[in-house]
């Protein structure tokens, strides 16, 4: 049965600093009717991911900002229940850039079916989707990670970093990650196959930690945070080193940027090319990438770890949590039920739902 109302969230708000109440608003309003070439989705999972803090923000980015009362951006998993679309029909799950809501209505663009034999659905919102395609290209292509060598990753036991090193674990390389926790640590280490791990929030000295970690220096840094511990990182690279700069989350949420890092010197001395980049750069290899990746996973070779929390209301919260470093791997909301038959996530991954409180 399709409801006549659902609820969104819109952005009511643009947040100074971290997101706060009131920021994101809850509504309710009519489920769309699929018009000529559309079909109606019931949402399944929200993605929620650090680019939201950006979109909430109207400084100049590489996409507009979400407008003030528009239904918050966010990738989805979902289940279409009604259809006038030719290649989409009832009972297809699908993923797609569909927003912090319980339905809505595509005409197909941006949006993909998902498989559900390949692995748990959820898994296209992670390992077999937009991060696990970040970590894939953004290591193997940007980074160009050779046998033997070392990776540092930040945010590593995160969705992106979680897999950049295990993937560079299958090309030959030494993996040290760094992370908020000591749980974290003992994650990406124990159960991801890391060399080493730091917890660079309890370290008393992260130039010491970092020297024992990577005793023959770093020749790729995989950023996800920016700030400090790049500069930290800077100062044991190697000759031609590459920096992978794929986010900066610990300067998200800053009204005025730091000023670190101060890495120009061991830029210059060492040659080290430091490159940015967004998975969307290789959207035209996606297919080749999304392969590999499904494999790697059939065979256990990647392990993930999903962190969910139940229903829509708990979003904005999640989101807040998430920028704060208050996940523990892939950030979902289970927005409504999984489809009949395609069983709840998990496989090869530890899957953890909060509690109600
Ligand atoms: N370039 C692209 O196309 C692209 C695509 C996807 C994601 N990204 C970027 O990749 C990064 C990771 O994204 P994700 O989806 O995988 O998120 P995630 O790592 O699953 O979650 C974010 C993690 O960031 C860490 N963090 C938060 N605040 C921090 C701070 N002040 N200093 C250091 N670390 C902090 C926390 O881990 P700890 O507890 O370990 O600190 C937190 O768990 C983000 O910067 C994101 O913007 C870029």
């Keep these: 049965m399709i409801p ?9 708000a643009r947040p100074i600093g971290y997101p706060k109440d009131g920021d994101l608003r809850m509504v309710e309003a009519p489920v769309p009717e699929p018009g000529p070439g559309e079909f109606l989705v019931r949402v399944v999972y929200l993605s929620l991911d650090p680019y939201m803090r950006g979109r909430m923000s109207d400084a100049r980015s590489y996409v507009p900002p979400v407008a003030l009362g528009d239904v918050m951006e ?3 998993i979902g289940e279409v229940v009604r259809s006038n679309h030719p290649g989409f029909g009832a009972g297809d799950v699908v993923e797609g850039p569909l927003g912090w809501q319980e339905y809505a209505v595509s005409a197909g663009k941006g949006v993909r079916k998902i498989d559900p034999t390949l692995g748990p659905i959820s898994t296209a919102l992670g390992v077999l989707g937009m991060p696990g395609l970040t970590a894939y290209f953004g290591l193997l292509e940007v980074g160009q990670p050779k046998a033997g ?3 540092v990753v930040s945010a590593a036991s995160g969705a992106v970093g979680g897999l950049v090193g295990q993937i560079a674990k299958l090309k030959g390389c030494r993996a040290v990650g760094l992370a908020g926790s000591d749980a974290k640590v003992r994650y990406i280490t124990e159960e991801l196959g890391y060399d080493a791990g730091i917890n660079y929030r309890t ?3 992260l130039q010491a930690a970092l020297r024992a970690a990577c005793p023959g220096g770093i020749d790729v840094y995989f950023d996800n945070v920016g700030g400090r511990i790049t500069e930290a990182v800077s100062r044991h690279v190697n000759m031609f080193a590459r920096f992978v700069v794929c986010g900066l989350i610990s300067q998200y949420n800053l009204t005025e940027p730091e000023l670190a890092p101060r890495n120009e010197r061991f830029v210059l001395v060492n040659r080290v090319r430091i490159q940015g980049f967004l998975v969307f750069d290789f959207a035209a ?3 080749e990438g999304l392969a590999q990746l499904t494999e790697w996973r059939r065979q256990g070779r990647l392990r993930y770890r999903e962190d969910i929390v139940e229903g829509l209301e708990r979003a904005p919260g999640a989101l807040t949590d998430l ?20 069983g709840p996530p998990g496989g090869s991954a530890r899957s953890f739902t909060r509690g109600e409180s």
Excluded: C, W
Aim: net charge positive.
């Design 4 to 12: 006549k109302t659902h609820r969104q969230i819109r952005l009511a």
């Design 74 to 76: 966010g990738g989805t």
């Design 149 to 151: 060598e070392t990776v």
């Design 203 to 205: 370290t008393p000295d």
């Design 285 to 287: 290899r996606y297919k």
């Design 323 to 342: 920028l704060q470093g208050r996940n523990f791997g892939k950030m979902l909301v289970r927005v409504g039920p999984d489809p009949a038959g395609s």
